[in-house]
């Protein structure tokens, strides 16, 4: 097994064109860009962090048959575990930097291994972050990845500064991940719109950062919607009035299940990875204008409103339910 | 398992008397001398890294019945699995700061997981490192912890500074992981010396921070003295030759398994957690004087040597085993 898991590092190892190897595989990055002094290799990473800003950390683990199908291809896994991290780091307004992976396997089977780091690699190659550490284990297969982003204390989007009649806005869309993993549960194998976004969810790193001078509050939607609106509102204080009409819903999502179904799947499904803020209505169009450019437009779904309030703009009850992920 | 998992993070929260509480477990702490700006509760926990400073990261992984008894106290897993991820930055001479764990359960056992979260806590507490992030998970039990320390870049130790004719040091003993395991498979389960080396090991982090102005270079002993000898004389190139009787065999090894098992577990056993550090031998007594008040002395076991030569004093070849840890 020590032979193989070997031939894993190798594979899970930052890309080769960062690094200087030498014969023991001692990588000496040594890049002012990548902020890494000392790479994987030695007892520890050694990075240098950039003057006058804090460091955000999250860490989020995903178990086969809990957080994803074990089935899944591996590409998607290994996407997956990594974009579910980034996305805490997009939603305080962070510059991702740095990831480690701990990743626990109960087999080796070499092109699977290999088709994992890649779906991570890609990512991380697009999101400008650099992979710093890990180890590797045997037993039930599991990601567990940390990420370490960069961000100016005065840029930090926190969920405790909503103040009552800031607009509540998303960035992204709703539903996907709920669509996208019935489609799967239902037998869907081809990579439509709709599984992607179950698979491949985007963490929204460019969209966080430029709208890090707009929030008054923001966190990413992990848990469904109501769920998670309502851990920010707790966190600032405040109550919300929604407006379901305005919810942007994944394309293809109400064609595939109908608006009902599809408003629920906004509501109650996790997995989405939009972006959740609030901001006052007169930095709305400055904040739609800082993200020129970006993939994602920013959706106006309501109001903050007293604390204890927690109701639709037709004034019907809003209830969180749980989201069990898989 | 939602709200038994809620209970959970409850106990694995830092113990409150370091931490601002609010009503939903948002965490404000906020402390100079933590460096947590913004505690757990958030996206991503916040910190303050210390100017002029450079950031050292690892992250290990131990899973039930592959790097411990899933049999074992809970306390001495908890402890066990945030030792071995100090222990790298004890190995690299930095200051231990903040940690993550990301532990995976098979289910939940409240008087369990209490116990290993105050194995851990206790071993944070004494070595003042802050728990600053988590995620738990169902599934086989695991814990993957990350941590975090702080190095002044003139006092880093690596892998690969040693020069031929440099002292070759210990601090702390050799065989008492192997010792101590193999009492625990033939029944033992009172907490002698050689058991509690294993299920116990010290993050030798005080050792560390002080030996960092006069090692060349280091890393901790995890896969047994020669395996890890051979990494630090590869990553630095030179070789080494080795006094065995010099060896600093844990209290009562020999005892419990005679003269040459004890040195057999000493040179190829692993989970010692010791210091394996080369310095000029100039610097040995001031070493020494450095390390006046902490647990441990250094012992002088050999001498770096001209590449490809790896023997004893009396010349006999010398050949590092795999260690599979459990």
């Known amino acids: 097994m020590a032979g193989e898991f070997d031939l894993i590092k190798r594979y899970l190892a930052a890309p080769s064109s960062c690094r200087t190897r030498r014969q023991d595989g001692y990588a000496d990055i040594g890049s002012a860009s990548t902020g890494v002094v000392l790479g994987p290799g030695d007892d520890a990473t050694l990075l240098s962090p950039t003057p006058g800003h804090q460091l955000a950390i999250s860490v989020d683990t995903s178990v086969a048959d809990v957080h994803f199908p074990s089935d ?28 480690l992976l701990a990743l626990t396997l109960p087999d080796v089977d070499e092109p699977w291994v290999k088709a994992l780091a890649q779906g991570m690699h890609e990512l ?27 961000v100016e204390p005065a840029r930090v989007i926190r969920r405790d500064g ?25 037998g869907e194998r081809a990579l439509t719109p709709l599984l992607s976004a179950y698979l491949y969810p985007h963490p929204l790193l460019a969209e966080g950062y430029a709208l890090a001078g707009y929030a008054t509050a923001g966190m990413d939607v992990s848990d469904g919607l109501l769920a998670d609106l309502m851990h920010l509102c707790r966190a600032s204080g405040v109550g919300a009035v929604l407006d379901l009409a305005a919810l942007p ?76 992920h898989f």
């Open 72 to 99: 899944a291809p591996p590409h998607a896994i290994g996407h997956r575990a990594l974009a579910v991290s980034l996305s805490d780091l997009a939603a305080m307004g962070a510059r991702a930097r740095w990831y």
């Open 124 to 150: 991380a190659a697009h999101c400008g972050v650099t992979l710093v550490g890990g180890d590797t284990t045997r037993g039930q297969l599991s990601l567990s990845v940390t990420v370490h982003g960069e």
């Open 162 to 186: 909503a103040r009552a009649g800031d607009c509540i806005a998303v960035v992204g869309t709703l539903g996907g991940g709920a669509g996208g993993l019935r489609a799967w549960q239902q």
């Open 249 to 324: 819903l994944h394309p293809g999502l109400v064609e595939a299940y109908g608006l009902e179904q599809a408003q629920s799947m906004a509501l109650h499904g996790g997995d989405d990875y939009a972006l959740l803020l609030t901001l006052p209505e007169r930095d709305v169009p400055a904040a739609q204008q800082a993200l020129q450019g970006a993939a994602y437009t920013l959706r106006v779904i309501g109001r903050t409103a007293a604390p204890g309030t927690f109701e639709t703009a037709l004034g019907q009850p809003l209830h969180a339910q749980g989201w069990q």
